[in-house]
């Protein structure tokens, strides 16, 4: 192997009458590099960006919901929630009951904005970043206190430790009709989640307060599941079927976000495809650069084979020649890729306006399979294209390469 290499440097490096193949070989080098970081960099921006987005949505959806088939509340949930909890999933953070309906809240200034009430155990250490650090004030844990998102608090105009009302339907004895329910609450607090969706349309209240004020006695809306690993879900999801009692149904945040998920997906494999697409134009100039090559190398060839150098040989030399250009150029568009994405980390070069996706700029995260995937696929692309050229060169016959000469 160390003749093939020897002959294969020699032909990438020197040899000043082929300066237009040295000329090819280097824009191939610079092809490959350009492809291979613009995979590394795109990647990584929507791997940073597609990270936020998950991580707050799911901060205030279910990792897992436990419902009841056949009815919207259940009161059956205290012995489901003692089956769950005695299992002790190890992929399990929290287990808790959360009961939720349709409200209209109405501010100070009699401004009015219909919204989502929930209601959770507060008592409990609370997953969600947002619920940990308020952007104001307190969480509502006495009974009648309110903690709303910052997008009905500036549509309503409500501040904390402000007076609000809140208006809930509630069914009549005839059922006919509708006869609202109308109570004052306190306002201890303003989250603020990320999310729009979330910041301006829900309020959130203490398990006990909800109840009383949807009349639900001692029913609640589903059980919520919060996890460690939140690609945990499928896995906890089947193992949580087995221990469940018939009657209800166990559903992951993947069903819940279904479309957003594979659309997020779906746009990943799409951009990993079309930029894939440089390397495969930057390996058509490894095939052009080495044919070239074997036709200008028809004597050398000649002279090699009749000093006894096999096909195999022949093969070899050209093979590890465009692989040169495939390791150089895959190297450098790796290294490139690094640097690029460690500045751009440091000085936040990608700017996004904070009042909507509530971050100031947008991180590119390097995720390992993606990393390897990149350089594998680039090395694949740049390995298969040396085999066109290389199995020309050894099918080359000796007595016709040196009678053209």
């Known amino acids: 192997m160390r003749f093939e290499f020897f002959v294969a440097k020699r032909y990438l490096l020197k040899g000043r009458k082929y300066s237009f193949v040295s000329t090819i070989s280097i824009v191939s080098t610079i092809g490959i590099s350009i492809g291979v970081a613009a995979l ?11 990270s936020d987005i998950i991580n707050k949505i799911l901060s205030s959806t279910p990792h897992i919901m436990v419902r009841d088939v056949n009815e919207s509340d259940f009161d059956r949930y ?31 200034y009699k401004n009015s904005a219909g919204a989502v009430l929930k209601g959770i155990d507060l008592n409990i250490p609370r997953t969600e970043s947002w619920l940990k650090k308020l952007r104001r004030g307190r969480l509502p844990l006495e009974t009648n206190q309110l903690l709303i998102g910052s997008q009905i608090a500036s549509n309503v105009g ?16 005839s059922h006919s009709s509708i006869i609202p329910k109308i109570k004052k609450f306190k306002v201890t ?49 089947l193992k949580l079927r087995e221990i469940i009692p018939p009657g209800f149904s166990v559903i992951t945040w993947k069903e819940l976000k279904a479309s957003l998920y594979s659309a997020l997906k779906m746009e990943k494999n799409v951009l990993f495809f079309t930029l894939t697409l440089i390397i495969i134009v930057a390996s058509l100039n490894i095939i052009a650069g080495l044919m070239l090559l074997v036709i200008q190398k028809i004597k050398d060839i000649g ?19 465009g692989s040169i250009i495939g390791i150089l150029g895959t190297g450098a568009g790796v290294t490139i890729g690094l640097i690029f994405c460690y500045f751009a980390n440091k000085f936040e070069l990608i700017k996004v306006p904070s009042d909507i996706f509530q971050m100031s ?33 050894a099918s080359v016959n000796v007595v016709e390469a040196i009678k053209n000469e």
């Open 303 to 321: 002279i090699l084979t009749s000093y006894g150098a096999t096909p195999r040989i022949i093969k070899r030399i050209f093979f590890i020649q």
């Open 40 to 50: 590394i960099i795109a990647l990584s921006l929507v791997n940073g960006f597609h």
């Open 78 to 108: 205290e012995e489901l929630l003692k089956v769950i909890k005695e299992q002790a999933f190890r992929e399990i953070v929290s287990v808790e009951p959360v009961v939720f309906g349709t409200v209209l809240i109405k501010g100070v």
């Open 189 to 237: 607090g303003i989250f603020e989640s990320g999310l729009y969706e979330i910041d301006s349309q829900t309020i959130i209240t203490n398990l006990d307060t909800a109840q009383e004020i949807f009349e639900l006695d001692n029913k609640i809306s589903y059980i919520r599941i919060s996890l460690e690993d939140i690609f945990d879900a499928e896995d906890t999801a």
């Open 158 to 173: 409500l501040l904390e430790e402000e007076t609000c009302t809140l208006i809930a339907p509630r069914p009549s004895l």
């Open 361 to 393: 700029y947008v991180p590119f995260t390097i995720h390992l399979f993606d990393f390897f995937a990149v350089v594998v696929v680039s090395l694949l692309i740049s390995f298969t294209a040396t085999l066109i050229p290389s199995k020309k060169a």
